[in-house]
C-alpha cells in the first residue's frame, strides 16, 4: 500500500493487524517468564527484553507493508522509510504500555499504534495484551470496541466524578502529583491509579471513569489513546488554552472539563518538576 496517501480507515486495517499480533507476542513472552532487560529514567522505569522485541516486531512488520512511512517509537525512537521524501505517514508505537503491570502480570497493560498524516493523528488502536479487549478510532469515524460505537460518561458533576491519573517515575515530580492529587481528591467521587495511559484513555472513552489527567505523557502514550477520547466525545487539551501534551493531558466530558482544569490548574497540576 505505497503510492497516494491512504485513508484512515485503511491506516486503522494496518495498525489492528500489526497490534494484534504484537500483542500475542507480548503475551506469549509474558507467559514465558519476563525479565527487566534495562532502566531508563530511574530504576523503577523499567524496560523488559519483550518491549524491545515488539516494538522491534511492530517497526519491521510496517516496514514490510508501508516501507517510505516513519515509525516512532518507545524504545527505538524515530526510524524513517527509505523514501527521499517520505510519505507524509508516521506511525506512533508504544509497545508495552503499563510495563510495570506487565512486568508484575497485572491485566492493565497494552498495545497502543496510532498513524499520523501530516501530523494529525487519524488512526490508531489500543489493545489489552491480557485481555484482548480492543479500543480503535479514526479520525471522524467514531470511537468503538466489541462493535459498539463508545460515548464518555454524561456525568455533570465533578463531586461525583471518578478521575484516573499517572504518576511519573521521577520523585520529585512524583511528590509534586501527589500533592495535586491531594488537593484534589476531597472535589470529586475518588481517584483511580491503574498505571498504563493508553488504557485510561479508552476507560474514558467509555465512561469506566468520567474523567482522565496525567502529566509527562509522551507521544506514544497519548496517540492512540488520544483519539480514542476525543472521538468518543472528550475535550482532549491541556490547561490554559494549550495542546494536551508534556505538561498536562486532560480528557473530560464538556460538562466536567472546566470545573475539573480549573481546579487543576489551581493545584499546578501542570507546574513542578
Known amino acids: 500500500m505505497t503510492g497516494s496517501t491512504p485513508t484512515p480507515q485503511e491506516l486503522l486495517a494496518i495498525a489492528i493487524e500489526v ?3 504484537a500483542a500475542d507476542t507480548a503475551y506469549r513472552m509474558r507467559a514465558a517468564g519476563v525479565e527487566v ?3 531508563k529514567s530511574t530504576r523503577t522505569d523499567v524496560v523488559t527484553a519483550a518491549d524491545r522485541a515488539v516494538e522491534r516486531q511492530v517497526v519491521d512488520a510496517l516496514a514490510g507493508l508501508r516501507p517510505d512511512d516513519s ?3 518507545e524504545e527505538y525512537g524515530e526510524e524513517r522509510g527509505p523514501g527521499t521524501t517520505g510519505s507524509g505517514v508516521r506511525w506512533i508505537v508504544d509497545p508495552i504500555d503499563g510495563t510495570v503491570n506487565y512486568l508484575y502480570g497485572l491485566a492493565h497493560s497494552a498495545v497502543s499504534l496510532a498513524a499520523e498524516v501530516d501530523g494529525v493523528v487519524v488512526a490508531g488502536v489500543v489493545r489489552n495484551v491480557f485481555t484482548g479487549e480492543e479500543w480503535t478510532a479514526t479520525a471522524g469515524g467514531g470511537a468503538w470496541r466489541a462493535g459498539q ?7 455533570t458533576d465533578l463531586g461525583q466524578a471518578l478521575v484516573a491519573t499517572g504518576f511519573a517515575y521521577d ?3 512524583r511528590s509534586h502529583q501527589a ?7 476531597p472535589h470529586v467521587r475518588d481517584i483511580r491509579r491503574l498505571g498504563a495511559a493508553a488504557l485510561d484513555l479508552c476507560l474514558a472513552a467509555e465512561g469506566r471513569v468520567d474523567a482522565y489527567f496525567e502529566k509527562g505523557l509522551a507521544a506514544w502514550d497519548q496517540a492512540a489513546g488520544g483519539l480514542v477520547a476525543s472521538e468518543a466525545g472528550l475535550r482532549v487539551a491541556g490547561l490554559r488554552g494549550l495542546p494536551a501534551g508534556p505538561d498536562l493531558v486532560l480528557a473530560a466530558p464538556e460538562a466536567l472539563f472546566g470545573p475539573l482544569h480549573d481546579r487543576l490548574d489551581d493545584l499546578d497540576a501542570a507546574g513542578g518538576p
Open 149 to 155: 460505537r463508545l460515548r464518555c460518561s454524561t456525568e
Open 37 to 39: 532487560a534495562a532502566t
Open 19 to 21: 497490534a494484534r499480533e
Open 179 to 185: 500533592r495535586v492529587v491531594a488537593g484534589l481528591i
Open 171 to 173: 520523585a520529585a515530580r
Open 71 to 73: 515509525v516512532l517509537g
